[in-house]
């Protein structure tokens, strides 16, 4: 039998090592000259291919009540299993995986020479162009072609589309009468309008964010064109995919108080009884940015040698809820080319979802990026890049036995 693999990334890297047996000959075709170009940018150059904390809640899909078939206990134990025969030593901080080495290098290496040691055909420098549907696949690159019996589309989304990817595989989806769910930038920057922006860039500051019933924890990054860091990314999945309404975000700058917006104002009224003759600048400077501080404050016109004493009760009200319930409209997100990830993709309702073989054309395959599924920040969207590719490399390799 003769496989062709379209994308070197690592779902389909993955998909290529568990596919190749004696009785198969597998392709692994890339249009760059190298494999996994954006695997090598993942988690600033380290990679966080892994969490200790899997879970259900860290995946979506736009047909959510089918990822329990999918992210099961054994699907993860595979997986994991996997990349430790990869002879990856792994460091991990907080349940995040990286390679000790530090370097998104080690996991590529370790994929492609597995997939060598396999006997995988690499086909570098190959960009599909197109795809007719006879008998069997006849794939078109470079001007020539070749027919397959068996074709695996791994070609990613259509964000960072200078690594490669840049939304091919929902064509050919498309093309073949499957359903494309919309695709949205997701894990990605979020654009602001309040005016304070070119104000407060560069201040990085922990906050709690809130969009509808999704919350987050962790650092904010302000920054001249809005809002940045993982809390952000992990919520602006929900407002990519809901843009055309009223986004409003909650900022909660003082996250360690464990009150309600009431008891805040009384523990303000307690500190300055506390900390004597300070400003309400200074009385602030413990808790949050001081430079934050004065931003609100001017923002509010308030004088931030002011004592809070002798502050208008509305003020302090007005000051208050200002740190606690801070509302923000988002205009936009930055975009695909920003985005670290997509949501959307081939629907789930069209794949097989033990083997994420296409229900309608058999021995059409999809992994990775390509499907409708996305996870948050965390190691969790490589995690289901190899899960999928596995899967997918698994069926070929058993349907390859018995040909
Ligand atoms: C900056 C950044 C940081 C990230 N950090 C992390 C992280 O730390 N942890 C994490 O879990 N996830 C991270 N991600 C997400 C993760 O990189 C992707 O989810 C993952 O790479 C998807 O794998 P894939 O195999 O589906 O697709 P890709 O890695 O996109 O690979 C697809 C391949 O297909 C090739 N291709 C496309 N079309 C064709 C064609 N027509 N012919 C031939 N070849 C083609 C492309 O050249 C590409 O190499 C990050 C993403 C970005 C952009």
């Known amino acids: 039998m003769k496989i062709a693999i379209v994308g070197g990334g690592p779902s389909g890297l993955c998909a290529s090592i568990m596919a190749k047996n004696s009785n198969n000959?597998?392709?692994?075709?890339?249009?760059?000259?190298?494999?996994?170009?954006?695997?090598?940018?993942?988690?600033?150059?380290?990679?966080?291919?892994?969490?200790?904390?899997?879970?259900?809640?860290?995946?979506?899909?736009?047909?959510?009540?089918?990822?329990?078939?999918?992210?099961?206990?054994?699907?993860?134990?595979?997986?994991?299993k996997f990349l430790d025969s990869l002879g990856l030593i792994?460091?991990?901080?907080?349940?995040?995986?990286?390679?000790?080495?530090?370097?998104?290098?080690?996991?590529?290496?370790?994929?492609?020479?597995?997939?060598?040691?396999?006997?995988?055909?690499?086909?570098?420098?190959?960009?599909?162009?197109?795809?007719?549907?006879?008998?069997?696949?006849?794939?078109?690159?470079?001007?020539?072609?070749?027919?397959?019996?068996?074709?695996?589309?791994?070609?990613?989304?259509?964000?960072?589309?200078?690594?490669?990817?840049?939304?091919?595989?929902?064509?050919?989806?498309?093309?073949?009468?499957?359903?494309?769910?919309?695709?949205?930038?997701?894990?990605?920057?979020?654009?602001?309008?309040?005016?304070?922006?070119?104000?407060?860039?560069?201040?990085?500051?922990?906050v709690k964010i809130k969009y509808l019933d999704k919350e987050e924890t962790g650092e904010l990054q302000l920054t001249d064109y809005g809002i940045s860091g993982i809390c952000v990314f992990n919520i602006s999945r929900n407002i990519s995919r809901n843009l055309n309404n009223k986004n409003e975000v909650i900022i909660n700058f003082v996250p360690w108080f464990k009150?309600?917006?009431?008891?805040?104002?009384?523990?303000?009224?307690?500190?300055?009884k506390i900390l004597a003759n300070r400003n309400i600048s200074s009385l602030c400077d413990g808790f949050l940015n001081y430079k934050l501080v004065n931003i609100f404050l001017d923002y509010l016109k308030i004088s931030k040698d002011i004592y809070w004493e002798k502050l208008d009760v509305n003020l302090k009200k007005k000051f208050v809820n200002l740190l606690y319930n801070f509302k923000i409209v988002i205009v936009d997100t930055k975009g695909f080319e920003c985005a670290q990830v997509c949501s959307g993709g081939v629907s789930l309702l069209e794949l097989n979802l033990n083997t994420f073989e296409t229900l309608k054309i058999s021995n059409l395959y999809f992994c990775g990026e390509v499907i409708d599924v996305d996870g948050d920040c965390g190691g969790y969207n490589l995690s289901f890049a190899f899960l999928s590719g596995l899967l997918v490399g698994s069926d070929i390799f058993d349907k390859s036995k018995t040909n």
């Open 25 to 80: 000959e597998v392709f692994l075709f890339d249009k760059n000259n190298d494999f996994g170009k954006k695997l090598l940018l993942t988690g600033n150059g380290k990679c966080n291919y892994w969490n200790n904390n899997q879970s259900i809640v860290k995946y979506h899909s736009n047909n959510e009540e089918l990822l329990n078939n999918i992210i099961t206990v054994e699907n993860l134990k595979n997986t994991k």
């Open 90 to 206: 792994s460091i991990e901080k907080n349940g995040w995986y990286y390679p000790y080495t530090n370097l998104s290098s080690s996991v590529k290496s370790g994929l492609v020479n597995a997939a060598r040691s396999k006997g995988v055909i690499f086909k570098n420098n190959c960009e599909i162009t197109k795809i007719e549907k006879l008998d069997k696949f006849r794939l078109f690159y470079n001007e020539q072609f070749l027919d397959f019996d068996i074709l695996v589309i791994a070609s990613g989304s259509c964000c960072y589309s200078k690594t490669g990817s840049d939304g091919w595989g929902y064509n050919v989806a498309k093309n073949l009468n499957l359903n494309v769910v919309d695709v949205k930038p997701s894990l990605v920057q979020l654009v602001t309008n309040c005016g304070l922006e070119n104000k407060w860039a560069g201040i990085r500051t922990n």
């Open 259 to 272: 009150g309600n917006e009431n008891e805040f104002y009384e523990y303000l009224n307690k500190r300055c």
